[in-house]
């Protein structure tokens, strides 16, 4: 009962996101609804660094605890817990709002928050099973208050991922490196937790380690010394007949700065030499679809049944798309050239999808 209860929290929020449609992927991209998120999940992580306590009201409290002894409790309780763990999937969980609200289907709606319920619940299965083992987890002391930090700093993450798309492409790139570098050096040398055992230090060290890694990681592809990518035109009707007038093949990228396959292309496909020198003959357009898309837009995404970012769109030199080349998803440069130069090498007025 208590997974029933969690699955139905998420399968309701489903159904509402397919009926809502649309509407509901455009409060999405408001930035006062970005913000109100990104605030929430920072002061869920300030709890997390001990600031506070976040505590349900004495009386619910009360009310819980009279009700957890059935199966009805249980229910409800699973409820509570489907509404409280929410921010922590909050990336996956709005990737797939924005899916259901596109396709508009109740039914799907509910069949996959369903199944997300039911996955976030198999934890609590397992533990039910084996709780005549309980008394052999390890005790609460000082790890488990390092963890409660280091789960903070994934909180500030988080919220930081739902604010993306308001923030400059630099200013995002600074802010990511100083959040994974400053995490790394606090976690693993600064935090104060009583240091007891070398295994809880060693821990330490190595997770600091990987967050400082990670910064390298994650600023280098933005530094300026990067290589040149692809230069885009904004999608339009005007730029896409320009291009079937000029008989160039013709390309269009779906993107947004907050999906991160669309970043990673950028930054991997987008920037390699063969893909950069091989799209010079090809008219490259792309949809922002970062915040409100424009009409023209609209019409493009409902026109070929586009459902999310990154979707990457290849044209003949007539204007008309080889579906079977369409790409949904990050592709590597190889996967990439392989579909580009069937567009490329196609003789014109020769355009069968299967050479």
């Known amino acids: 009962m208590y997974v029933l209860g969690i699955s139905l929290n998420y399968a309701l929020l489903g159904i509402v996101a397919a009926h809502t449609g649309a509407l509901f992927g455009s409060w999405?991209?408001?930035?006062?609804?970005?913000?109100?998120?990104?605030?929430?999940?920072?002061?869920?992580?300030?709890?997390?660094?001990?600031?506070?306590?976040?505590?349900?009201?004495?009386?619910?409290?009360?009310?819980?605890?009279?009700?957890?002894?059935?199966?009805?409790?249980?229910?409800?309780m699973g409820l509570v817990v489907g509404l409280v763990s929410a921010p922590c999937i909050g990336p996956f969980v709005l990737g797939l709002l924005l899916l259901v609200s596109h396709l508009g289907n109740p039914v799907v709606g509910f069949a996959l928050?369903?199944?997300?319920?039911?996955?976030?619940?198999l934890p609590y299965v397992a533990l039910g099973a084996t709780a005549h083992r309980i008394g052999q987890l390890p005790r609460a002391g000082a790890w488990l208050r390092w963890s409660k930090k280091a789960l903070g700093v994934v909180l500030l993450?988080?919220?930081?991922?739902?604010?993306?798309?308001?923030?400059?492409?630099p200013l995002l790139g600074s802010a990511v490196t100083g959040l994974l570098l400053g995490a790394g050096v606090y976690l693993g040398w600064l935090e104060r937790t009583p240091q007891r055992g070398r295994w809880f230090v060693w821990t330490r060290r190595c997770v600091g380690s990987v967050f400082v890694l990670a910064a390298v990681a994650w600023w280098w592809p933005w530094s300026p010394a990067g290589s040149p990518g692809v230069s885009w035109?904004?999608?339009?009707?005007a730029a896409f007949t320009q291009a079937k007038r000029e008989g160039r093949p013709i390309l269009i990228d779906v993107y947004a700065d907050?999906?991160?396959?669309?970043?990673?292309?950028?930054?991997?496909t987008f920037r390699h030499p063969s893909v950069v020198r091989e799209l010079a003959s090809v008219a490259t357009l792309r949809l922002d679809a970062t915040s409100e898309v424009s009409p023209e837009g609209e019409a493009l995404l409902e026109r070929f049944d586009v459902y999310g970012a990154p979707t990457i769109l290849f044209?003949?030199?007539?204007?008309?798309?080889?579906?079977?080349?369409?790409?949904?998803?990050?592709?590597?440069?190889?996967?990439f050239l392989r579909r580009l130069r069937q567009i490329l090498t196609s003789e014109q007025g020769s355009y069968d999808d299967g050479t």
């Open 258 to 268: 907050w999906c991160l396959p669309c970043v990673e292309m950028d930054h991997v």
């Open 315 to 335: 044209f003949d030199r007539a204007g008309a798309e080889r579906t079977t080349l369409r790409l949904t998803g990050f592709a590597r440069p190889d996967e």
């Open 28 to 76: 999405l991209q408001q930035p006062l609804v970005l913000i109100g998120i990104a605030v929430v999940i920072v002061a869920l992580s300030l709890s997390m660094f001990g600031l506070y306590d976040l505590r349900l009201p004495e009386i619910l409290t009360r009310r819980f605890g009279r009700a957890s002894a059935g199966l009805w409790g249980a229910f409800v």
């Open 113 to 121: 928050f369903f199944t997300l319920g039911l996955g976030m619940g």
């Open 157 to 169: 993450g988080l919220a930081l991922y739902f604010i993306r798309p308001l923030l400059p492409r």
């Open 233 to 237: 035109v904004a999608y339009s009707e």
